[in-house]
């Protein structure tokens, strides 16, 4: 073997299709729709082009769909064993493609790794809270207005405190209990903003929210349907201020844009 090649694995090739395992938190095989059947079609004419990549546990790395459709047409699956591979490889394979978030979460909340208490915090919140609510919602929640927070999860950086979780876990359950969450459906409101705002407004120390859903139900046409968290702040601070003597009004919208009472 010359000096500018090296081995770095064997590749095999096997009918016993069973011997193979899911990581737990991949995704689920489908076999249908148009992907699925265009690399059915390309094996069926000439075979298992590129092989799959397995770990040392016999765990599919990347490759579960060629493995079924190997089983499927009853040839030989291809493949290579790479030692040590794990959910966080899986995840970066598949970081460009059309996972959702969710599927990011549940997996590096099941699988351990670095911020793996992080990710289960999160998966709580689902388990918990959805429905009502959204799942895309809760990093809305707790992101601190970062950007970068959808590609923080999928990369394995993503950071919620046991406090942050512990806060939050709270403030939804008394919002849906006073009924926010029955105002935001049956009146057509964006849930990401609105979540995000009436967050805000529970931790505002001066907002009493039994009093403010109140008021949203008594004034729904007044009630702001805009897809900004100020501007919906705003037209809450109106309805909430009514009758209110000075010392005790709010200024939900201009506390929220000087980041008064936004970290949990």
């Known amino acids: 073997m010359s000096k500018e090649m090296i081995a770095i694995g064997k590749m095999y ?3 016993n299709y069973d011997m193979f395992k899911t990581i737990v938190g991949n995704r689920p095989v489908i076999p249908k729709g148009a992907h699925y ?5 390309s094996i069926a004419k000439e075979g298992q082009i590129v092989p799959a990549v397995v770990n040392d546990r016999n765990e599919i790395i990347d490759g579960q769909h060629r493995l079924h459709i190997c089983k499927e047409l009853g040839i030989p699956f291809v493949y290579i ?8 490889d899986i995840a970066k394979a598949n970081a460009g493609r059309k996972w959702k978030t969710e599927s990011f979460v549940y997996g590096y909340a099941l699988n351990g790794g670095a911020n793996a208490d992080s990710y ?13 609510i959204m799942k895309s919602v809760f990093t809305r929640i707790q992101s601190r207005h970062n950007p970068e927070v959808a590609r923080q999860i999928r990369e394995g950086n993503f950071k919620m405190s046991a ?22 459906k049956e009146n057509n409101r964006p849930s990401n903003v609105y979540w995000a705002a009436l967050c805000y407004t529970w931790r505002h120390p001066m907002v009493d929210n039994a009093r403010l859903i109140k008021l949203m139900w008594q004034n729904e046409k007044r009630v702001s349907a805009s897809n900004k ?11 909430y201020n009514k009758k209110l003597s000075v010392q005790k009004k709010v200024y939900l919208d201009k506390d929220y844009e000087q980041k008064l009472y936004r970290e949990w």
Not at 163 to 179: M, P, Q, T, V
């Open 13 to 15: 090739a096997t009918t």
């Open 37 to 41: 059947k265009e690399v059915m079609d």
């Open 81 to 88: 064993v790479s030692d040590g591979r794990g959910f966080a």
């Open 120 to 132: 289960r915090y999160l998966k709580a919140l689902y388990d918990e809270f959805n429905p009502p």
């Open 163 to 184: 406090h942050e979780y512990e806060l939050i876990s709270k403030c939804l359950r008394e919002l849906i209990a006073y009924g926010y969450a029955d105002f935001i």
């Open 229 to 239: 968290i100020k501007e919906v702040l705003e037209s809450l601070s109106i309805i």
